[in-house]
C-alpha cells in the first residue's frame, strides 16, 4: 500500500451514530494511526448538553484546537 504522510480522514457525525466503530474498523483495515477526539478533556460539553445553543461553539472550537495540536 502507498505512503500518504500527510493525507487523512475525518469522521464527523452526531453522538451515538458510530464514528469510533467506523474509525476503528478503518485503522484495522489500512493500517492508519487513529486519533480520537478527547471528550472526557472538553470543559465545555457539560455546558452543551445544558444549553446546546450557547455551548455548540465553544465544544466546537475545543475540538478543533485540540485536533490541531494533537495532528501537528
Same mark, same amino acid.
Given at each position: 500500500? #502507498? +505512503? /500518504? #504522510?500527510?493525507? /487523512? $480522514?475525518a $469522521?464527523?457525525?452526531n453522538i451515538g451514530a458510530g464514528? !469510533? !466503530?467506523? +474509525?476503528k474498523m478503518i485503522e484495522e483495515d489500512f493500517g492508519? @494511526?487513529?486519533i480520537l477526539e478527547q471528550f472526557t478533556?472538553? #470543559?465545555f460539553l457539560p455546558f452543551f448538553y445544558e444549553n446546546p445553543? @450557547?455551548?455548540? /461553539? #465553544?465544544v466546537e472550537l475545543f475540538f478543533m484546537t485540540d485536533r490541531k495540536s494533537t495532528t501537528s
Open positions: 500500500m #502507498p +505512503s /500518504f #504522510p500527510h493525507n /487523512f $480522514i $469522521i464527523e457525525g464514528k !469510533t !466503530t467506523l +474509525s492508519c @494511526r487513529l478533556d472538553n #470543559p445553543e @450557547r455551548y455548540a /461553539f #465553544p
